[in-house]
Every structure is written in structure tokens, then in C-alpha cells.
């Protein structure tokens, strides 16, 4: 059988571009108009049969198939005699090879510091929130921008009640015709703590602030548990996750109060 492979001077791993590249370079060499020499010529022609069955890729697998069939023939059969039993051939099951499993691991120490620092930066967001809520208070005269009313499974019907300087809820009855309230209020955030109506009469304030508050203080917990140095890189880092969803959560509630 023909070994266009060795025609070409190539390797049985070649690739499509140095079989063109070969067959360029011998043609240019083997050609009738350049070698009046007949061998060259029987070259040529064994040149461009090769070209032809290796620059098709599906002759080339046909090829490469019978190629690999031909230099690697089966093994003769031994014909046995007849009458002669040969016993069949037991068969062993494959043993197992235990593999040692390998486990990469990853150095996240120098991500550690990073985490930590982050933490500290995420606990000004209840910070801010805290000191705005307790501390921050000024009592003003806000419009009223709009009312509701709302049912309740515990205490009822009661009263939402939006003004220029902040929404509060409460259970008492409000006059519609009140365009006016007096509220004390936080500077940053406007955490309403008490409304008074322009007769004087106070208007019960119930605190609405619970989920912010409970997620507030969630995330002061993880931020300064991210803080302790004998924690591990990896735990580090999760707490700085952890605590990144947390300040999101909080700052959506405050969005949407």
C-alpha cells in the first residue's frame, strides 16, 4: 500500500496546511517542465495522487483508516483441532486502581485585609442610620402630601400619613381638612416621631421601622464579625459577602419607605 504520507515527506500527523505547503514545494521540484528526468516525473505523478487523497478530509479519514488497518494487521487465528476442547479463557475483572485524590486549594489570604476593610466601610451604613434615627431630631412644620387608609389584622383600621418631611402611620382619626402637621423628624433619613395637629392635639406615632432596624442591626453583627483577625481568609471574605447583601437590603427598605 502507497504511504502518501512518506510521498510527501510528511508526518502522519500533519496538518491541511503543510500538506499544501508540501505538495507547493515538491511540485516545484518534480515538475516536467523543469527535470527532463523520467524518475522525476514518476515522482510528480505520485506527488499529486497523494495531494489529491490527503487535501480531502474525508479520503484522507477513509484513507487513514486502511493505512492504520495495514500496518497494524489482527493477529492470526490458530485453527484447533477438532475434537479438542480448548478450555474457554477466564476473564478477570479489571482492577481497580485506587487514585490518590488531589485537592487544589487556593490561597485567599491576601483578599483577607481586603474583606476586613470592606466590613469596616459597611458598618457607617447603620451607623448613619442609628445616629440619624436617635440623635439627629428637629422639629419642624410639614405639609401634608397625602393620606391612607389602611386595614390592619391586629389593631384595625389606621392611617398612613405622608407629609414633605416624612410618612408615618397612626391609629387615630385624621382630619382630612388638616393641611398642616407639626413633626419631629430626623435631619437625613425622616424618621417621624411625633405629629401634632395645628390644635395641639397629638397624634399617636406607632413606630413602622421594625424590618430596616432588624436588618440594620444584622448587618452590624456580620460587619464586625468580619473584623475578628482569627477568623480564616475564606471566612473573612464570606462575611464581607454576607454582609454586602445585608447593606443592600437595608438601603432598598430605606428606598421604598
Known amino acids: 500500500m502507497k504511504n502518501h504520507y512518506r510521498?510527501?515527506?510528511?508526518?502522519?500527523?500533519?496538518?491541511?496546511?503543510?500538506?499544501?505547503?508540501?505538495?507547493?514545494?515538491?511540485?516545484?521540484?518534480?515538475?516536467?517542465?523543469?527535470?527532463?528526468?523520467?524518475?522525476?516525473?514518476e515522482r510528480y505523478l505520485a506527488i499529486n495522487e497523494a495531494y489529491e487523497v490527503l487535501s480531502d478530509a474525508q479520503k484522507r479519514?477513509?484513507?487513514?483508516?486502511?493505512?492504520?488497518?495495514?500496518?497494524?494487521?489482527?493477529?492470526?487465528?490458530?485453527?484447533?483441532?477438532?475434537?479438542?476442547?480448548?478450555?474457554p479463557r477466564v476473564s478477570r475483572p479489571p482492577m481497580r486502581v485506587w487514585r490518590r485524590r488531589v485537592v487544589v486549594t487556593t490561597d485567599f489570604s491576601h483578599y483577607a485585609e481586603r474583606a476586613r476593610r470592606w466590613c469596616r466601610y459597611l458598618l457607617s451604613v447603620p451607623c448613619i442610620l442609628f445616629i440619624d434615627y436617635f440623635l439627629l431630631k428637629h422639629t419642624v412644620k410639614a405639609p401634608v402630601v397625602a393620606f391612607y387608609d389602611q386595614y390592619h389584622a391586629i389593631t384595625g383600621i389606621r392611617y398612613l400619613i405622608k407629609t414633605t418631611q416624612g410618612s408615618f402611620v397612626t391609629s387615630t382619626t385624621y382630619p382630612e381638612s388638616t393641611d398642616t402637621l407639626t413633626v419631629q423628624t430626623s435631619w437625613l433619613f425622616h424618621f417621624v416621631h411625633t405629629a401634632v395637629l395645628p390644635n395641639g392635639k397629638a397624634l399617636p406615632v406607632t413606630p413602622d421601622y421594625h424590618?430596616?432596624?432588624?436588618?440594620?442591626?444584622?448587618?452590624?453583627?456580620?460587619?464586625l464579625f468580619g473584623q475578628w483577625k482569627l477568623l480564616s481568609p475564606n471566612t473573612s471574605i464570606n462575611a464581607a459577602i454576607c454582609a454586602t447583601m445585608l447593606a443592600i437590603i437595608v438601603v432598598a427598605l430605606m428606598i421604598n419607605a
Open 7 to 41: 510521498t510527501l515527506e510528511l508526518s502522519n500527523f500533519a496538518s491541511a496546511t503543510d500538506v499544501r505547503r508540501a505538495y507547493r514545494r515538491l511540485v516545484l521540484v518534480t515538475h516536467p517542465d523543469r527535470t527532463p528526468d523520467v524518475a522525476a516525473h
Open 61 to 87: 479519514y477513509v484513507y487513514d483508516t486502511r493505512l492504520h488497518a495495514f500496518l497494524n494487521p489482527l493477529p492470526p487465528v490458530v485453527a484447533t483441532t477438532p475434537g479438542l476442547a480448548v478450555p
Open 211 to 223: 424590618s430596616w432596624m432588624a436588618f440594620a442591626g444584622l448587618l452590624t453583627v456580620v460587619a
